[in-house]
Every structure is written in structure tokens, then in C-alpha cells.
């Protein structure tokens, strides 16, 4: 009986494995393991396909297989980016790259690995001495005028991921035409022998404390906007937790660089460990998350609660209401706080000259954009992701100033410095504002409640679904499919007026039927649906997990501080009917 394409895939793979291929005998065994346990589903799900590099590098289950992270799909991954590297940097005399890992299981060990091929392959290597902030290394290869970086991590996955983010030689996630070009080259490798695991003439070169002190004082020439206000209020108890990740150091070591002095620590979530035993899951989107650190501020009366996730690039903040309970703000709320606040600084100081601009993505909230024209400044929409903000940072760059930027996803950045999400520089910002609005007479919450008196009240929410496996991959993929083949014709009783397919840059009016082209540079497997009455809905798969996510956005007024919770319930009422309606069909 003939094998389907699948099956035959995932025989060819063991058997390439199982074979005298390279690979060591641990491996061979812990696949007679599985075999021996009758764990055949197992073995489908790793070793059914290669483990994709992606435009954003590898992201993964950790084990053995095609289909997993481990030393021969790490291997393999870097043994192909070097080789792009030395086509696409071949007139320099030695290429030189930077590395640097998260708390995560084999994140030290995946990193040497990188470490010892990239130096096999001549390369001069800035290796971080410890567990580093993803922004951080995004700083470094700016610093030391890498060509390319590498960051081993899996962000707020679960325990069993980790992953493999590839930077270019701005610092930012590779983004076209190097992205396909990498995974062009990767997919050339496909055996073990060709990966240089060892030898050469390169170098591995150990960095720490010094670039540390770089970073921080990078991050502090960019905020400090408000000095005074700090200076009267640098007592503000400030809890924080790095949920067991890479912001343990550099988080606290920025407060206190901005002259706070009252920083509350958990430490039981200071322990770096990839098993991240006091969480269900190490993400800041998640409330849970932030329990242990709100219970602490509630103990010690803290007004400020700081969360970054295992590697540092996002953050979360909670804060104080109107009843004086905890308020998670969401990653659209804080976005808006951020630029609210950075726009009224750069224009009370005098620093707005019409060249200053600020970035949001396509699925972030329209607030910020409102903000953004009240206050005259430019604002530009790009996809999903940081590298494709730091895409504009870069072809800006000596034109035009960047302000900050970023995404609902708990991603934000101020500034050129780094060109990546960075929870560090939105640690200092946070601890900033508050310290501002009290001098205002206000907290952040107030601030909020203010910013949508002034605005509109916009309400969002994100709904993911978990398709796990083969199955769960082609499950997403119809999904896609049946979402563009038969859209809502109305959301909670508003008519559907526009459709945003952005796979096709297609812009439709459903009334007309006409269509117009949507101005982004490269294509993107996202569908957004705008109503009448402006509610808009966005859905899109992950780029690194196996979901598909559904972005609800609805909008209201807000005429009092105290006619915040009513309104709250009807826009989740909203919501709660669009996603009835949406994910049922």
C-alpha cells in the first residue's frame, strides 16, 4: 500500500535520522523510546515535517526530531544563515555577530551551539556572558556593527518551547528580501556533516557589564522628560517581576536610574528557571500572570505593578483604579498611555518641529492614531511584529524622528536606540508617568479615564484558538479560507462596510463592490472587517504559534469618569455578540 505524501514524509525523516547520518546515538534511542512505547502519534507530530525557519526564525516544541528544537534543527538553522551572510557580506574581511539567550531549558546550550558554528564558519562572535534582554542584543549588534544576531528564545510560550529569533544588521528581525533568502539557504541544509559544529579561525568574544552600562545609559537619554516630577516622587512603591526571565537585572538596574528609589521585588519570580514554576503560563497578557505581584503590591501598598515576560521585550502594568483595586491595563491601553503621554511631553518642551512621527500596527487600537492627528504628528500602520516597525524606522532614518511606537501585544519602544519591543525602556516610561500624573493630581488610571473622555472610550479584545499538530495547522488554514470565502454580512446588527484582505492588498466597499489597493509593502495572511457603527475585527493565524487569533475593536463615549463601568459593559457586550456571531460561522 503506497504511503500518503505525510506519511512518506515522516518515514523518510526517521529513517534519516535513524540512519548513519550524523546524528548522535542519544537521539537514535530516544527515538527506540518512543517506538517501544507505542507513542506513534508522537512520532508523527515530530518528525512529520521540518521545523519551519520562518520569517521570524524557529520556534518549537523542545526534542527529538524534524520537527523540534534541538541541536541539528539549531544547528542547521545557523549553519544556513552563515552561509546567506558570507554571500551577502562578502566583501568585508570578517563578519561579526552577536548571541544572546533567555531563562529558558537549553537556552544556554542552544547558544553555544550558534556560538561554536558561527565561529567555525570565521566569523568573530559577541557572546553575551549570561541570560540577556532580547532588546539588549538587538542594542549590542548596533553597538559593535554586527551583521547579523541571534536570540534564543520562545517569549511567553509554554515550558516545552524554545525558539530562535534571527536579527539583521540594523538590529532589527530580518524582514524582506533577507528573510527568504535565509530560509532559502537554511533549507539547503539537511544533513548533519553539513553543519560546522566546530573548527575554523573565527572568534567567540565573552561581553557583559560594559554593554550593559551602554544600554542603560541609551535608554535614559531617551526618557527623563519630566525630571522634576520625578525627583518629587521617586519614593512611588513599584512592584516588580521579571515572571522568571531575563528582565531580573536590567529592569530594577533602569528604575533606579531613573532615581526611583522604592522598587518591591518578588522573589520567589526573581529565579530564573525555564520551568517557570510560579506561573500557569509566563505571559504578561495573561492576568494570572500577575497575581504574586499584585498580592505583593496590595501587602505593601505599592501603586504600580511592572511584569516583563521570559525575555524581556514586553511588558505588562497594573494600576491603580478609581476604588483603589489593581487595574490590568491592556496592551492597547498602555500603548495609548505611552504615546498620549510622550506626545504631550515632545510638544510642552518645545520638541515637535513636523518630522516626528509614531507607529502602530494594523490590529493595535485606532486610539492611537486619534492621538497622534490631535497632536499633529505622523503616524504610519504596518503588519504584526516589530521588525516591520523597525522597517520604518529604518528607511526614516536621518529624515524623519521617531517618538516610540508599537503593537496590543504588550510591545512597545521609544526611540532609534534599539530596533525591537523593549520592556526595559517601557519599565522607566511607566515609573515616568506615574510619577508625572501625581504631579498632576492624577494617577495612570486617571490619565486613562481622561485620554478617553477626550477620545473616545476604545474597547478591544483578543480571542485566540489553539490548533495543535498537522490537524491543527490545516484546521487554521480552512479556516482562513472559509472566513474569505463567505464574510459576515453584518456584526451585532452593524453592517459589514469594508474588507481589508490584506493576502491580496484588496480593499473592498461590500456596498459598491468596489475595491482599492491596500498600501503596504509585502503581503499578509490577515482579514479585517470594518462595520458601520466602526467596530472593526481582525483575524489572522500566529506567525509562531499554532493559533488563530480574532481582534475585536468597538468604540463608545466615555462623558464621565463615572460612567466608565457602564460603558465597559456595553462594549463587552459587543464584543461578546460579534464573537458569537464571527467564530460560530
Known amino acids: 500500500m503506497a504511503l500518503s505524501t505525510e506519511d512518506q514524509q515522516t518515514f523518510d525523516n526517521f529513517c534519516l535520522w535513524f540512519g548513519n547520518h550524523g546524528y548522535d546515538e542519544d537521539v537514535k534511542q530516544q527515538m527506540r523510546d518512543l ?16 521545523l519551519e525557519f520562518g520569517t521570524g526564525g524557529l520556534r518549537g516544541i523542545m526534542g527529538v526530531g524534524t520537527n523540534r528544537m534541538n541541536k541539528y534543527t539549531v544547528g542547521m538553522a545557523t549553519q544556513g544563515l552563515a552561509n546567506y551572510l558570507k554571500q551577502s557580506f562578502a566583501g568585508l574581511p570578517q563578519i561579526k555577530v552577536a548571541i544572546a539567550h533567555d531563562c529558558r531549558n537549553n ?30 542584543l538587538s542594542f ?5 556593527g554586527c551583521q547579523s544576531g541571534v536570540m534564543i528564545t520562545a517569549s511567553h510560550n509554554p515550558k516545552e518551547y524554545n525558539g530562535y529569533k534571527a536579527y539583521w544588521n540594523d538590529g532589527a528581525q530580518v524582514t524582506a528580501p533577507h528573510d527568504k533568502n535565509i530560509i532559502a539557504e537554511v533549507n539547503k541544509i539537511t544533513t548533519p556533516p553539513q553543519v560546522k559544529f566546530s573548527g575554523g579561525s573565527g572568534s567567540i568574544e565573552i561581553i557583559g557589564k560594559d554593554v550593559d552600562e551602554a544600554y542603560l545609559n541609551g535608554i535614559e537619554s531617551l526618557l527623563k522628560l519630566s525630571p522634576e516630577a520625578i525627583e518629587r516622587h521617586k519614593d512611588t512603591k513599584i512592584v516588580y517581576t521579571p515572571l522568571h526571565g531575563c ?26 528557571d525555564g520551568n517557570f514554576p510560579t506561573v500557569h503560563s509566563p505571559n504578561p497578557e495573561e492576568p494570572a500572570a500577575l497575581k504574586m505581584a499584585i498580592d505583593k503590591a496590595l501587602a505593601t501598598n505599592a501603586e504600580l505593578v511592572l511584569a516583563t515576560d521570559p525575555d524581556a521585550d514586553r511588558i505588562a502594568l497594573a494600576v491603580r483604579d478609581k476604588k483603589g483595586d489593581f487595574f490590568i491595563l491592556n496592551g492597547n491601553q498602555t500603548n495609548s498611555i505611552f504615546t498620549y503621554y510622550l506626545l504631550l511631553r515632545w510638544k510642552e518642551l518645545g520638541k515637535l518641529h513636523g518630522k516626528e512621527y509614531t507607529i502602530k500596527t494594523i490590529v ?5 492614531a486619534d492621538i497622534a492627528e490631535a497632536f499633529g504628528v505622523e503616524w504610519y500602520n504596518c503588519y504584526t511584529g516589530f521588525k516591520y516597525i523597525a522597517e520604518i524606522v529604518r528607511k526614516n532614518e536621518g529624515k524623519k524622528t521617531y517618538i516610540g511606537g508599537g503593537e496590543e501585544s504588550f510591545g512597545f519602544n521609544v526611540g532609534e536606540l534599539v530596533r525591537d519591543k523593549d520592556s526595559i525602556v517601557s519599565c522607566g516610561l511607566a515609573a515616568e508617568i506615574i510619577a508625572w500624573a501625581k504631579d498632576q493630581g492624577m494617577s495612570i488610571f486617571d490619565l486613562l479615564l481622561d485620554i478617553y473622555k477626550k477620545f473616545g472610550y476604545y474597547k478591544e479584545r483578543q480571542i485566540s484558538i489553539t490548533k495543535k ?20 454580512k ?31 509593502p509585502s503581503t499578509s495572511n490577515v482579514l479585517q472587517y470594518v462595520t458601520e457603527d466602526g467596530s472593526i475585527v481582525s483575524v489572522r493565524p500566529s506567525g509562531t504559534e499554532p493559533k488563530i487569533k480574532f481582534y475585536f475593536g468597538v468604540r463608545e463615549k466615555l462623558g464621565s469618569a463615572a460612567e466608565f463601568e457602564s460603558v465597559t459593559q456595553v462594549l463587552d457586550k459587543k464584543i461578546d455578540a460579534i464573537a458569537a456571531e464571527l467564530i460560530k460561522n
Open 364 to 368: 493595535t487600537t485606532n486610539l492611537v
Open 247 to 272: 528582565g531580573v537585572k536590567m529592569a530594577p538596574a533602569m528604575l533606579r536610574r531613573m532615581g526611583f528609589t522604592n522598587i518591591i521585588h518578588v522573589p520567589e519570580q526573581d529565579v530564573n
Open 140 to 144: 549590542a549588534i548596533r553597538l559593535f
Open 490 to 520: 453584518s456584526l451585532a446588527g452593524s453592517d459589514v462596510k469594508e474588507i481589508y484582505d490584506y493576502q491580496t492588498l484588496e480593499l473592498k466597499n461590500v456596498k459598491s463592490g468596489d475595491t482599492k489597493a491596500i498600501d503596504q
Open 469 to 488: 499538530g498537522k490537524e491543527g495547522l490545516e484546521a487554521i488554514q480552512q479556516m482562513m479560507r472559509n472566513f474569505r470565502a463567505n464574510p459576515p
Open 107 to 136: 537556552s544556554e546550550a542552544f547558544a553555544k551551539i550558534v556560538a561554536d558554528i558561527f565561529a567555525a564558519n570565521d566569523f568573530h562572535v559577541y557572546l553575551f556572558d549570561a541570560l540577556r534582554p532580547t532588546p539588549e
Open 35 to 50: 517506538m517501544e512505547q507505542g507513542n506513534y502519534k508522537e512520532l508523527m507530530d515530530c518528525f512529520y515535517k521540518n
